[in-house]
């Protein structure tokens, strides 16, 4: 006896739900990997501008003292 299409309905959505968690949970896997991804992406770019920061500063600090050193020799002629 041939099963009725309302009897094979119930079964393939059952089927299809577990095919779809599957996928979700493949998706899901991926999503994560990018976020790690962008994090690290994010802890090296704020390192590189904190170490830009210092950079610039240190060379500000070192302008400035040049800057003393010339008005100062400046001022004694």
């Known amino acids: 006896m041939a099963a009725e299409p309302k009897d094979m309905i119930v079964p393939m959505?059952?089927?299809m739900?577990?095919?779809n968690a599957a996928l979700h949970?493949?998706?899901r896997k991926r999503l994560d990997k990018i976020e790690q991804a962008k994090k690290g992406f994010r802890?090296?770019?704020a390192a590189d501008?904190?170490?830009s920061k210092m950079m610039i500063g240190d060379?500000?600090?070192r302008?400035?003292?040049l800057e003393k050193k010339v008005r100062k020799l400046e001022s004694s002629k």
Do not use: H, P, Y
Request: overall charge negative; hydrophobic content about 45%.
């Open 13 to 15: 959505l059952k089927e």
């Open 17 to 19: 739900r577990a095919e």
């Open 25 to 27: 949970g493949d998706t």
């Open 43 to 45: 802890n090296a770019l």
């Open 49 to 51: 501008s904190l170490m």
């Open 59 to 61: 060379w500000e600090e």
């Open 63 to 65: 302008i400035e003292a």
